[in-house]
């Protein structure tokens, strides 16, 4: 469904990424883990259309991705940013609103399913979204990326600065939307282990470049990974 091939960004004398290449099958869960620096924000964002590629193509359904991003949301393709990246001065509901220009359906018909997926949120939807907990506002930043019924999502960190109970919650709950709602997505994480438990391929990134792929399930038994990222 998605194709990376030769990837590579730099920002100015840094290079971020070398010759990159992932696919993602429809339906899996694939995630890439790595350490901080180690390019995986540059990929999501090179995908998302946020960076541009130094060289490389990135297909989407056998189709060469736009570059711009409001046209590769408009493909299927959206992502839930590193920090949540909520509009913190609006309510819920109107980063519902945000979230929701290619949306087909009724908006009503899908704000009450992401109520249903989030109840709190539907408790909270006239509550200032920026006065939020860390959890609501990640369940909140995937709420807003459900509005547009998207094909693929981009997960980028979706643990990082949450409490342990809340980051079980949402790996929870990306395994839901991809069983039950049907959604392909690329995982971007720091934890390893809690990637690697819900995914189906995964990509190690260690300085700009892939140094290891496999079933997750092979590289939940891989010594260099243990050792690197499970604390093994």
């Known amino acids: 469904m998605l194709q990376v091939k030769n990837l590579s960004v730099s920002y100015g004398h840094v290079d971020a990424l070398h010759d990159v290449n992932i696919e993602v099958a429809q339906g899996q869960i694939v995630s890439i883990i790595g350490a901080n620096g180690a390019g995986k924000t540059s990929l999501v964002n090179t995908v998302s259309g946020l960076v541009k590629a130094k060289t490389g193509q990135i297909f989407f359904e056998d189709e060469l991705l736009p570059k711009q991003s409001h046209r590769i949301v408009a493909k ?25 220009s290619q949306l087909k359906k009724s908006f009503r018909e899908k704000e009450e399913e992401i109520w ?18 860390g959890g ?14 998207p ?3 981009m997960f980028d960190e979706p643990s990082l600065g949450l409490a342990p109970v809340i980051v079980k919650q949402v790996f929870r709950i990306i395994r839901e939307i991809n069983k039950c ?11 390893a282990k809690q990637a690697l438990g819900i995914s189906d391929y995964t990509y190690v990134l260690e300085n700009g470049n892939i140094t ?17 990222y499970l604390g093994e």
């Open 76 to 100: 299927g393709l959206v992502q839930v940013p590193e920090g949540r990246k909520i509009f913190a001065g609006l309510t819920v509901r109107e980063n519902l609103i945000m979230g929701s």
């Open 116 to 133: 249903q997926m989030f109840p709190i949120l539907g408790e909270r939807c006239h509550q200032q979204a920026g006065t939020l907990s």
């Open 151 to 153: 094909k693929f999502i």
């Open 136 to 149: 609501e506002q990640q369940m909140l930043a995937i709420g807003r990326a459900l509005m547009s019924d």
């Open 212 to 228: 290891i792929q496999g079933t997750s399930r092979q590289l939940l038994q891989d010594p260099a990974v243990q050792k690197a």
């Open 181 to 191: 709602g049907g959604t392909t997505i690329l995982l971007i994480e720091q934890n």
